[in-house]
C-alpha cells in the first residue's frame, strides 16, 4: 500500500475511531439520564457527560453527516403531526405568532444590556450574542461583523445547554394544561413499519435535505424533511413517524453536539459564558413564561406549548422536545421556524446600522 494512501487511512480509521468513542461516551451518560428519569434523559445525559471531556481536552468530535440525518428525522417527526385537522387550525395560530415577534424584540434588547453591561462584551459580539438563534447562522454572520466567534459559541452554547437542562424539567412540572406529563419509559426497540411507509419517509428525508439546502431554507436539514414530511401526511399518503428507536439516536447526537462549543475552555471562560449566557437565559425564560401565561389566557394555549414554541433553542432541540413529551410538534416547529425566518430577515438588516461593517481586506491585482 502506498505511503500516502496509509496515511489517508489511518487518519480516516482514527476519525472513525473519535467518532464512535463520542457517541458510546454520549450514550452511556444517556442511559444513566434515562435510568435517572429526567426529562429528555437521553440529550441531557448525553451532553452531561461530553461536555466535561470536551473542556478538559478530550477531542469529542460530532459527525455532521450523522447529524443532520438526526436532525432530517426530527423534521419528519415534527412534520407528521401537520394532519389535516391540525393545518385547519393554523389560522388561529396568527396571534400567537405574533406574539413570538414582539417576544423577540423585547428579549433582544433586554440581551443587548445584559451582554454590553453585565458581560462587557464589544459591541458585535454583544449585537449576535444578543440575537435569538439560528446558531449556525449567527456563527457565520458574526465574525463578517468583527464578534468573537469563541465567545459567541460559549455564550450561545451555554444558553442551548441551560435551555435545554431546564425547559423540560418545567414542563414536566407544570404538565401540559391537561393534566401532568407522564413520561414513557417503556422502549421499544422495534423497526416495525411497512417498508412502503420506509420508503416514502426515506424519499423526504434525503430529497428535503438536499432540495433544503440548494434552496436555502433556514434550518434546511431540519425543515426540508418537516416540509415534505407535513405534505405527505397532511393528504394520507402514510401515517407513519419513525419509530421510537430513532427519537433515542436523535437525543444522543444532538445532546454529544453542543459539547463542541466546550473545547479546551477554562472554568474561568466557562463561568463568563455562564454569567452571560445564564443571564439571558433566566430573562428569556421569564419573559417567555409571561407571553405563554397571556397565550393560555387569551389564546387558549396549553401553557407548556406556549413555553415550549417561545423559548430561543435550537430548532431542531425544541422539536425534539416537544415530540418527546408529546405536545404539539407542528405548532411548536412552525413558531420556531417562523423566529429563526424573522431573525436572519432583520439580522444582516438591522446589524449594520449599529455595528459598522469591517472594510474588506485590498486584494492584490
Not at 124 to 131: L, N
Not at 216 to 245: D, E, K, N
Request: hydrophobic letters at 55%.
Amino acid at each position: 500500500m502506498p505511503d500516502d494512501l496509509k496515511a489517508r487511512t489511518d487518519t480516516t480509521m482514527h476519525q472513525i475511531f473519535l467518532y464512535a468513542r463520542t457517541l458510546i461516551i454520549g450514550a452511556l451518560g444517556g442511559l444513566v439520564g434515562y435510568l435517572l428519569n429526567f426529562p429528555l434523559g437521553w440529550l441531557v445525559g448525553a451532553m452531561l457527560s461530553t461536555i466535561p471531556c470536551a473542556m478538559v481536552g478530550v477531542r469529542v468530535p460530532t459527525h455532521w453527516g450523522l447529524r443532520s440525518v438526526m436532525i432530517g428525522t426530527i423534521g419528519l417527526m415534527a412534520g407528521a403531526a401537520f394532519t389535516p385537522a391540525i393545518v385547519n387550525r393554523a389560522g388561529e395560530w396568527a396571534f400567537s405568532l405574533a406574539g413570538v415577534a414582539l417576544y423577540c424584540v423585547i428579549i433582544t434588547a433586554m440581551g443587548l444590556f445584559i451582554c454590553l453591561r453585565l458581560g462587557k462584551l464589544d459591541r458585535p459580539t454583544a449585537a449576535f450574542s444578543a440575537a435569538p438563534g439560528g446558531l449556525s447562522e449567527i456563527l457565520v454572520l458574526g465574525p463578517a461583523y468583527g464578534a468573537d466567534v469563541r465567545a459567541l459559541s460559549l455564550v450561545h452554547g451555554m444558553r442551548l445547554a441551560v435551555i435545554l437542562i431546564i425547559v423540560p424539567l418545567v414542563i414536566v412540572w407544570v404538565g401540559t394544561g391537561n393534566g401532568p406529563i407522564t413520561m414513557n419509559r417503556t422502549i421499544d426497540f422495534t423497526l416495525s413499519m411497512p417498508l412502503r411507509d420506509y420508503a416514502i419517509l426515506g424519499a423526504c428525508l434525503v430529497v428535503g435535505i438536499i432540495g433544503g439546502r440548494n434552496i436555502r431554507l433556514p434550518g434546511a436539514h431540519l425543515t426540508g424533511p418537516l416540509l415534505l414530511s407535513a405534505v405527505v401526511h397532511y393528504f394520507g399518503l402514510t401515517a407513519s413517524s419513525p419509530p421510537q428507536l430513532f427519537v433515542i439516536v436523535a437525543q444522543i447526537v444532538i445532546g454529544t453536539s453542543v459539547a463542541q462549543f466546550f473545547a479546551n475552555t477554562t472554568i474561568r471562560q466557562v463561568l463568563g459564558g455562564l454569567m452571560v449566557g445564564g443571564g439571558l437565559t433566566v430573562v428569556n425564560l421569564g419573559i417567555a413564561s409571561i407571553f405563554a401565561l397571556a397565550f393560555q389566557t387569551w389564546l387558549d394555549i396549553p401553557f407548556a406549548a406556549g413555553l415550549l414554541a417561545l423559548v430561543p433553542g435550537g430548532l431542531p432541540e425544541m422539536s425534539l422536545i416537544s415530540i418527546a413529551l408529546g405536545l404539539d410538534a407542528a405548532f411548536v416547529s412552525l413558531h420556531h421556524l417562523f423566529r429563526v425566518v424573522m431573525v436572519l430577515m432583520f439580522l444582516p438588516i438591522l446589524v449594520p446600522l449599529w455595528v459598522p461593517k469591517p472594510e474588506s481586506v485590498p486584494q492584490p491585482h
